[in-house]
């Protein structure tokens, strides 16, 4: 199985602040990664795929980029609504796995 | 509207089986692969397995194999998804997703405790 590799685990930052989350994965995945965003009792919500293509209605705010092993999820200036938790997941190959998660906190 | 509806929350006892149900609308349900990803509390992502609608081949999770079963009517469009002999470490939030618009959308969720 692939293992995703997220880091940090908790990030505590301010409203405005750029934040940069990195998931590395155990081997090459090409760009077959995708990025969610869960609050709390909600289920996760797309926000990447294709480690860069933003889904619809998603903020310009978010970006995606990496490809093989290495890759991040930046947010270029955080709102209030984008403190929750991250998860990274590959798709390149069966069983599909996740990043444990990072959790975005308010500074 | 692309939504996914699941069934409602479930309380089950060790050893008994249970099955959630996902009903697609506003898209053709035959067309996109659904997955199932499970959350236990404060816990992360786990992804259990993945049924083609059109045809009904299945694909699993190593760790569920022998103990989960996907299937799908397509005259409702709904995917079911089984899971048997259940122990308290299953107790989680189940997702249904569909690769609709690349794992997306989710379904709402559906608790699931297993308890004496």
């Known amino acids: 199985d692939i293992q995703m590799t997220q880091s940090p685990s908790s990030l505590s930052a301010s409203v405005g602040d750029r934040v940069t989350i990195t998931c590395r994965a155990s081997q090459g995945i090409r760009n077959y990664l995708a990025w969610f965003q869960q609050k709390p009792g909600k289920a996760p919500k797309s926000l990447i795929y294709a480690a860069s293509s933003l889904q619809s209605g998603v903020p310009s705010r978010f970006s995606g980029s990496g490809s093989g092993t290495d890759f991040t999820l930046t947010i270029s200036s955080l709102h209030p609504e984008d403190f929750a938790t991250y998860y990274c997941?590959?798709?390149?190959?069966?069983?599909?796995?996740f990043g444990q998660g990072t959790r975005l906190e308010i500074k | 509207q692309v939504q996914l509806v699941q069934s409602g929350a479930e309380m089950k006892k060790p050893g008994a089986s249970l099955k959630v149900s996902c009903k697609a609308s506003?898209?053709?349900?035959?067309?996109?692969?659904m997955h199932w990803v499970r959350q236990a509390p404060g816990q992360g992502l786990e992804w259990m397995g993945v049924i083609n609608p059109s045809g009904g081949s299945t694909t699993y999770a190593q760790k569920f194999q022998g103990r989960v079963t996907m299937t799908r009517d397509t005259s409702t469009s709904t995917v079911y998804m089984e899971l048997s002999s259940l122990r308290s470490e299953d107790t989680a939030v189940y997702y249904c997703l569909s690769h609709y618009n690349w794992f997306d959308p989710w379904g709402q969720g559906t608790l699931v405790t297993v308890s004496s």
């Open positions: 506003g898209y053709s349900f035959t067309n996109y692969f």
């Open positions: 997941q590959q798709y390149n190959s069966h069983p599909i796995t």
